[in-house]
């Protein structure tokens, strides 16, 4: 289990573009089950259908990624602190199946399938409530900066 101010160690990202809140669960080198609580106050729905607010798929995609990145950190032991950063590489088979709004927790599950030359394939999907909202297969790239 993983809070947010260890999460803050092994991604980059910042608030309001920091979109895993809790990991659950992880088994380096297998998977991680992550948390976004998605609140009425995000700066996406200012601009995205304010009178009807839905979280983005994009969003949902990054959070994914998010929880992959951090898997694959602590899987290798490394940190952004160390040069280290994982960069969003390439998606495939996306699907998204329902709609996200104010008040869902997003459950991020991500699982590695292949790990080779520094190129991280994952299996990912995000559930609300036990409903399937989203799934892909991400490609992240573990380069120095």
């Not at 599950?109 to 297969?137: H, M, N, P, Y």
Request: hydrophobic residues 45%.
């Amino acid at each position: 289990m993983m809070d947010i101010k260890e999460i803050k160690e092994y991604l980059p990202h910042r608030y309001p573009f920091l979109l895993v809140d809790r990991v659950l669960e992880l088994v380096e080198g297998e998977h991680i089950v992550a948390i976004k609580n998605v609140s009425a106050n995000e700066d996406v729905f200012n601009g995205h259908f304010p009178q009807a607010p839905i979280f983005p798929g994009v969003m949902i995609i990054e959070a994914l990624a998010q929880a992959s990145g951090i898997l694959g950190f602590k899987t290798l032991d490394k940190r952004p602190a160390d040069g280290s950063i994982y960069l969003f590489a390439g998606i495939d088979d996306v699907r998204f199946k329902r709609q996200v709004v104010p008040g869902d927790q997003l459950r991020l599950e991500s699982r590695v399938v292949s790990a080779k030359r520094g190129i991280w394939k994952f299996d990912c999907k995000a559930t609300v409530d036990g409903q399937l909202v989203a799934s892909a297969l991400i490609l992240c790239a573990d380069r120095q900066v």
